[in-house]
C-alpha cells in the first residue's frame, strides 16, 4: 500500500502571497490531520478532517485553512504569508474507529520557505 | 491544557549502551500514548504506542509502559545502534485525529 504523499516537496514564497499544499492519504483513510513543524515552536497541530469536515482545529489564526474531498484528499492554504508561516508541513492520516481516530501514518511533508 | 514533557536533548550515547527518553504529560483524562521517530529530512514514522494504563508498547528493540500513577512514558532501548540516531517525539492524544506532541529529544550515537 502507498503511505501519505504530499506535494510539493518544498516550495518558496514571498510575503503576502498564498500557497496551497496538497495530501494524498493511505487509500482506505478516511481521516487527514495537518501539522506545522518548526524549531521554535515544534509540532503544533493546525486542523483535522473527516468525511469532508472539519472536526478539530487548533490555535491558528484564519490565514490557515483546509478542505477535503470526497476521494479523502485534502488540501490546505495559507494566505497573506508571513515570515514566520516558514516551516515543515506534514500531513497524517489515519482510519477512525468509532470516533477516536487510529494510529496517524505521517507524509514527508512539505518545505515551506517564504521570503 | 493538555501537554507533554520529555527530557531535552542532544543525548549522546555509544553504540550498545542503554537509552532511556523521559516523557511525562499531563492530561485531563485518559489518552492513548506514542512515540514517533523522525529521521533526518524525513516526515515522522510511528515507533510504538499504548492506548491504556500498564500497556507495554514495543518495536525494533524500542519499549515504552503506559504508567498512569505516575502519568509517565518512558522510551527505553537495550542497546542501541548508529541507525538510532534520530529525533524521537512523545505524543497524546484523545480523539479528534490531534496529536499534542512533545518538544522532541535528539538522540546521538557513536561508532
Known amino acids: 500500500k502507498a503511505g501519505v504523499t504530499q506535494t510539493p516537496r518544498y516550495l518558496i514564497k514571498t510575503r503576502g502571497q498564498q500557497v496551497t499544499l496538497s495530501c494524498s492519504p493511505i487509500?482506505?483513510?478516511?481521516?487527514v490531520s495537518w501539522y506545522q513543524q518548526t524549531p521554535g515552536q515544534g509540532l503544533q497541530f493546525l486542523f483535522e478532517?473527516?468525511?469532508?469536515?472539519?472536526?478539530n482545529k487548533g490555535n491558528f489564526p484564519g490565514r490557515f485553512s483546509g478542505r477535503q474531498f470526497s476521494n479523502s484528499r485534502s488540501e490546505m492554504n495559507v494566505s497573506t504569508l508571513e515570515l514566520g508561516d516558514s516551516a515543515l508541513y506534514l500531513c497524517?492520516?489515519?482510519?477512525?474507529?468509532?470516533?477516536?481516530?487510529?494510529?496517524?501514518?505521517f507524509g514527508p511533508g512539505t518545505r515551506l520557505t517564504v521570503l | 491544557g493538555d501537554s507533554v514533557t520529555q527530557m531535552e536533548g542532544p543525548v549522546t550515547l555509544s553504540e550498545e549502551a542503554f537509552l532511556t527518553i523521559n516523557c511525562t504529560y499531563t492530561?485531563?483524562?485518559?489518552?492513548?500514548l506514542f512515540w514517533y521517530v523522525q529521521y533526518p529530512g524525513e516526515g515522522l514514522q510511528l515507533l510504538l504506542k499504548?492506548?491504556?494504563?500498564?500497556d507495554k508498547g514495543s518495536n525494533k528493540g524500542f519499549e515504552a509502559t503506559y504508567r498512569k500513577e505516575t502519568t509517565s512514558f518512558h522510551l527505553e532501548k537495550g542497546s542501541v545502534q548508529v541507525s538510532d540516531s534520530a529525533v524521537y517525539f512523545c505524543?497524546?492524544?484523545?480523539?479528534?485525529?490531534?496529536?499534542?506532541f512533545g518538544q522532541g529529544t535528539e538522540l546521538s550515537v557513536k561508532p
Open positions: 497524517a492520516s489515519s482510519v477512525p474507529a468509532g470516533g477516536r481516530a487510529d494510529t496517524q501514518y
Open positions: 487509500s482506505g483513510h478516511r481521516s
Open positions: 478532517y473527516f468525511s469532508e469536515t472539519q472536526r
Open positions: 492530561a485531563t483524562g485518559y489518552p492513548s
Open positions: 499504548a492506548t491504556k494504563a500498564d
Open positions: 505524543a497524546l492524544e484523545f480523539q479528534g485525529g490531534k496529536l499534542i
